[in-house]
Structures are given as structure tokens and as C-alpha cells.
């Protein structure tokens, strides 16, 4: 389902909206096939700087970026194919809603635009999707069904599903699990482990424990920069920079 996993590496990134500056000179490098997770408080940049990910910053009126990113070595900005980009780097947003079309038609898209034909094989890659989002038993008896009819937790995982439908080389995820169930958040966390090192995963969260179980490493974003990196465990363990230790305390933030 998923192609290889690409590095992704950020340097010196700043986005302005308008006079408001959002991210102030980010950097941050993600190994191909890693975990990471970005943790810190409300408008510390941290949908920005996904969002810079795959360019929907394009789409933003008056948002204004400096700075480098490539994934797979390749320069993000410089790309002229932004649709082929999205492909490459997934974006599930906190609270994403289907496209207005069946269950099955939200999750074949992908491929019948790149040329596949309806039929058995299309049939199993959205199978494929649909169970890697923790999704298929709940819509099987309904896949012609329309996706907006869907409840907002699932259509997060139909998010998640359609995502995966373009095989991503990095798949974003900004608060997954803010509307789903902990049953359902634990599947998927399980399914997002067994797809490590094929896919690389940029994983916003405030669940500490998520973070704790998921990622390979945790950043810390404040105020518009990543202040600490760290592996997970030493992260939590023993944070170094003090604003990470007072977060994690649950002194400000
Ligand atoms: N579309 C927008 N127009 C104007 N300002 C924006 C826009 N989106 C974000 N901002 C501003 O940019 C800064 C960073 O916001 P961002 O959404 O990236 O933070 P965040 O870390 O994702 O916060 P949260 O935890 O609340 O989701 C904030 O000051 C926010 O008000
Ligand atoms: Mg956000």
C-alpha cells in the first residue's frame, strides 16, 4: 500500500500570516521510515508547519514562507507538480470531513485518476486502505454509500484511509484521534506501528502516551521553533531544555 518511506528535513523555516509570524526559523529532520511526534502548546506553529509539508500553505491567503524543505532530498518549494507532492506527503487534518462522493469512490480516487480501472483489483487496494484506517468492518456492508453520511470518527479514518490510497512516501497527521474513540485510537496506533519504516510519520499530538507508544522520537515546538528533539524515551525522561520540562509538568502551556 505504501511505497518507500523519504526523509524529511526543515531548515530555517518561517511562515508569516499577514503581520502575525506563526513559525520563526523551524528546524527539524525526520529519518525515512521514522516516527516522530511534535508536541507543544495551542498556536505554537505546529499546523503550519505541516501544512508547509506537503504546500497547502499555498492555498492560504496572506500566509508568506521562508526557508527549506525537502523530502527525500528534494526541495519542496521548488517542486512545479504540487499535485504529485500531495501524493508523496499525505495531510490528515484534525477534524477532515469526506468528499461528497460514495465510501469506496473516497478511497479509489487516488488511483483511477493515475489511470486504474474499476474492478476486483481496485476493489482490494481500497480494502487495503479502509482496514490499514481501522475502518473496513464498520463500512464494508456500505462502501456505495455517501461518505458525508459517515460519523465524524469516521470519516477521520476515512481521512487517514484516503491518504494511504495515494501511497505516501510521509503521512502527516495532525491530531488524529481528537475525534475518535481510545478503542478506535488504539487501533489505529497499532496499525500506524505496523507501517513504520514503510512510511515516514509526522504525528501532531498532545496525548503524551501516544507519542510514548508511537514515535521513534518527540519534538517540542514553542512559540514558532522546535526547541528539543530528543528519542522518546529520553524526551520524556529527562527533557532538557527548561520550557519542555515545565510543559511536560503541566506548568504553563
Ligand atoms: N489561517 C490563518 N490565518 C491567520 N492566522 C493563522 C491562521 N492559521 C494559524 N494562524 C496563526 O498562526 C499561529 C500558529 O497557529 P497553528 O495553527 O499553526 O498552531 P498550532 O500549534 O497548530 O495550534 P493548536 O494546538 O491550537 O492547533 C497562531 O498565532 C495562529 O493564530
Ligand atoms: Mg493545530
New binding site residues.
Given amino acids: 500500500m505504501v511505497k518507500t518511506a523519504a526523509s524529511v528535513a526543515v531548515k530555517g523555516l518561517r511562515a508569516w ?2 503581520g ?1 509570524e ?1 513559525l520563526r526559523g523551524v528546524d527539524l529532520e525526520v529519518g525515512a521510515g521514522e516516527i516522530v511526534a511534535i508536541i ?10 505541516m501544512s508547509c509539508l506537503s504546500r497547502l500553505s499555498d492555498e ?1 491567503v ?2 508568506r514562507v521562508e526557508g527549506s524543505v525537502a523530502v527525500g532530498g528534494e526541495d519542496v518549494f521548488a517542486m512545479r507538480d504540487v499535485a504529485a507532492l500531495r501524493r508523496r506527503v499525505g495531510l490528515v487534518a ?1 477534524l477532515p470531513v469526506g468528499l461528497p462522493m460514495s465510501v469506496i469512490d473516497n478511497v479509489t480516487y487516488a488511483p483511477r485518476m493515475a489511470g486504474a480501472r474499476k474492478g476486483p483489483e481496485l476493489r482490494e487496494r481500497a480494502e487495503k486502505c479502509l482496514r490499514a484506517a481501522a475502518l473496513w468492518d464498520e463500512v464494508k456492508d456500505r462502501l456505495d454509500q455517501t461518505a458525508t453520511r459517515l460519523s465524524g470518527g469516521q470519516q477521520q479514518r476515512l481521512a487517514i484511509a484516503r491518504a494511504l490510497s495515494h501511497e505516501p512516501e510521509v503521512l502527516c497527521l ?2 488524529f484521534s481528537i475525534a475518535i474513540d481510545p478503542v478506535t485510537t488504539a487501533r489505529i496506533e497499532e496499525l500506524l506501528k505496523a507501517m513504520r519504516s514503510q512510511v515516514t510519520i509526522v504525528l ?1 499530538t ?1 496525548l503524551i502516551h501516544q507519542a510514548r507508544r508511537l514515535a521513534d522520537h518527540t519534538a517540542m ?1 514553542w512559540e ?1 521553533r522546535v526547541i528539543e528533539v530528543q528519542p522518546t524515551a529520553a524526551f520524556f525522561d529527562s527533557p532538557q531544555h527548561e520550557l519542555t520540562r515545565g510543559y511536560l509538568e503541566g506548568r504553563f502551556g
Avoid at 507543544?40 to 508547519?49: D, F, Y
Fill in positions: 500570516y499577514g502575525v506563526a507543544g502548546p495551542a498556536q505554537a506553529g505546529k499546523s503550519t508547519l492560504v496572506g500566509l484534525p495532525d491530531e501532531v498532545n515546538m514558532g
